[in-house]
C-alpha cells in the first residue's frame, strides 16, 4: 500500500490536496496521469453500461436538490451512524466498527491512546449541511448529496416523458456524492467526497430475481474488464440488520486490500421503495404505464453501484509489479494514460527530434502519447513503465535510412522494428 501511495504521488497520479497549506484530511487531488486514468476508467464504464446497450440512458444530476428529497428518501432519519468519541485524545470512532460490544455496561478504553474511556454512542447524520441564499437559517437548510440514486427516481417521469424508454430499462448516473464520514482512511478507499457510476435498473416485481443474477455477473465480468485480480473479490451476502433500510437483497463485492477484506462494489434490490414514497409525498404520478396493456404500477429497482475511486485503488493494486530491478504499472492498455512514448534516442540530434516529433504529432492524433527526451534510453523506458505505459517508440540513426523505429512491450520488454508508415496501424492493432 504504501508502495502504491508513494507512486500514486510521484508519478502525478493522486495528490494530497492543498498540500501546501498542511492538507485536509482524507482529501485528495487527482493529478496529471490520475485524471486520465480516472476518466478512463468512466469512460470506459460509460461505453459499456449506456452506449453499447440499448435499455438504458444517462443523466447528470445537481448536486444539491430539494431537501424534501432527503426527507422522503429516509436519508435525514436513517442515513447515520453510531459516534463514540474519546474525551482524552479526541479520536472519535464508528461504534460498530470497535472491537467492543458497547450494548454491555462497562468502561470501554479508546483503541487509538488505550487510556480515555470511551463515550456512550450518539448518532451522527452523514450528510453535509450547507445554506441556500444569504441567510443561515432552517428554512434555507439543504444537503450535498450522499448518493447519486435519488436523482434517478425523481427524474423518473421526466425520462419517461422525454424517451421511448419500457421495462426493463436502466437509468445511469457518474457523479461525486459527499458523506461525512467519521473515520475515512486508507488513502482513497474512503474519503468525503467521492465519485460513483451508478444504474437504477427498473423492473416488474416478478423478475426481480432474474435481473439480480444478470447484474451480479456484469458486475464480475466488468471486474475482470479492468483488470482487477478476481481472485481477491470476495461476494458477500449482507444480513436484513445490517442492509439500508430499502434494500431487500444486497451483496458487497469484498476485494482483499491489503489492510483487509473491504467492500469495493454493491448491489442492491431497492424494491419500490423509492418511486412509491416519492409519488406519496409528492403528489406526482410516479407509476409506469405498461404501453400493451394500460396497466399503471411502481417498477422496482435493481440497483449496481461502483464506486471510481475504489475502482481507481484496486486497479493500481493490482496492476503494481516490481520485476528485478523495475517497477511496472501493469494497467490494461485501454486504461493506461498514456498509449505510447515516443523517443528520440539521442536528444543533441536535430534529426532525430525532427522525425520523433513528426511520429509524436501523428500519433497523438489517434491515442494519447508521451514524449520524452531525457536521460539516458534505458530511464526512459523504465520511466515509462511506472506509469503503465504499454509501448515506447524509439528513432535511432537506422529510421533515418530504413524508415523503420524500435517498438519496445512494457511487459515482456520485446522489442520489433516497425515502419514507420505502418506504426499507427501496429499500434492500434496491440492496443486492441
Known amino acids: 500500500m504504501d508502495k502504491v501511495v508513494a507512486l500514486a504521488k510521484r508519478r502525478g497520479f493522486i495528490f494530497p490536496s492543498s498540500e501546501i497549506y498542511g ?19 468512466k469512460n470506459l464504464w460509460w461505453n459499456r453500461f449506456v452506449h453499447r446497450r440499448d435499455d438504458i440512458v444517462g443523466i447528470d444530476a445537481a448536486l444539491i436538490m430539494n431537501p424534501k428529497v432527503w426527507e422522503v428518501s429516509g436519508h435525514l432519519e436513517k442515513f447515520i451512524d453510531p459516534l463514540v468519541e474519546c474525551p482524552k485524545c479526541q479520536a472519535r470512532f464508528r461504534a460498530d466498527q470497535l472491537p467492543y460490544d458497547l450494548n454491555k455496561k462497562g468502561d470501554w478504553l479508546c483503541t487509538n491512546c488505550n487510556e480515555g474511556v470511551l463515550t456512550d454512542p450518539r448518532t451522527f447524520n452523514l450528510m453535509f449541511k450547507t445554506f441556500i441564499g444569504p441567510a443561515e437559517e432552517a428554512a434555507n437548510v439543504a444537503y450535498l448529496r450522499p448518493e447519486t440514486a435519488q436523482a434517478m427516481f425523481v427524474d423518473f417521469k421526466n425520462i419517461l416523458d422525454s424517451t421511448r424508454v419500457s421495462l426493463p430499462f436502466g437509468i445511469a448516473q457518474i457523479g461525486k456524492a459527499f458523506r461525512n464520514e467519521i473515520t475515512p482512511g486508507n488513502f482513497i478507499f474512503r474519503t468525503r467526497e467521492f465519485e460513483i457510476m451508478e444504474i437504477e435498473y427498473f423492473i416488474r416485481q416478478e423478475d426481480w430475481k432474474r435481473y439480480f443474477e444478470e447484474w451480479r455477473k456484469e458486475t464480475r465480468s466488468w471486474i475482470d474488464e479492468v483488470g482487477i485480480n478476481l481472485d481477491k473479490v470476495h461476494e458477500v451476502e449482507i444480513g436484513e440488520e445490517e442492509r439500508a433500510h430499502y434494500s431487500e437483497r444486497t451483496i458487497d463485492f469484498e476485494y482483499d486490500y491489503p489492510f483487509g477484506q473491504k467492500e469495493l462494489y454493491g448491489l442492491a434490490y431497492r424494491t419500490d421503495f423509492d418511486l412509491r414514497n416519492h409519488e406519496k409525498s409528492s403528489g406526482q404520478n410516479l407509476k409506469y404505464k405498461d404501453p400493451e396493456t394500460g396497466e399503471e404500477f411502481w417498477p422496482h429497482v435493481i440497483e449496481p453501484a461502483w464506486g471510481v475511486d475504489r475502482t481507481m485503488l484496486t486497479v493500481l ?20 494514460p498514456y498509449k505510447a512514448a515516443v523517443f528520440p534516442l539521442l536528444a543533441n540530434k536535430p534529426e532525430l527530434i525532427s522525425l520523433a516529433r513528426k511520429i509524436y504529432d501523428d500519433l497523438r492524433q489517434y ?14 523506458y523504465y520511466s515509462q513503465d511506472e506509469i503503465g505505459t504499454p509501448y515506447c517508440v524509439t528513432v535511432d540513426f537506422d529510421s533515418l535510412e530504413d524508415k523503420s523505429v524500435t517498438v519496445r512491450d512494457r511487459d515482456s520488454m520485446e522489442q520489433k522494428r516497425v515502419k514507420i508508415e505502418k506504426l499507427v496501424d501496429y499500434l492500434k492493432e496491440k492496443l486492441n
Not at 485536509?24 to 486520465?36: F, H, M, Q, R, S
Not at 491515442?367 to 527526451?373: E, G, K, Q, V
Request: proline share 6%; net charge negative; charged share 30%.
Open 317 to 336: 493494486l493490482d496492476a503494481y509489479t516490481e520485476e528485478d530491478d523495475r517497477i511496472i504499472l501493469k494497467l490494461k492498455p485501454k486504461l493506461a
Open 23 to 41: 492538507g485536509l484530511a482524507n482529501t485528495y487531488d487527482y493529478g496529471p496521469l490520475g485524471v486520465e486514468l480516472k476518466n478512463n476508467i
Open 367 to 380: 491515442f494519447p502519447t508521451a514524449w520524452d527526451d531525457r536521460g539516458n534510453i534505458g530511464k526512459r
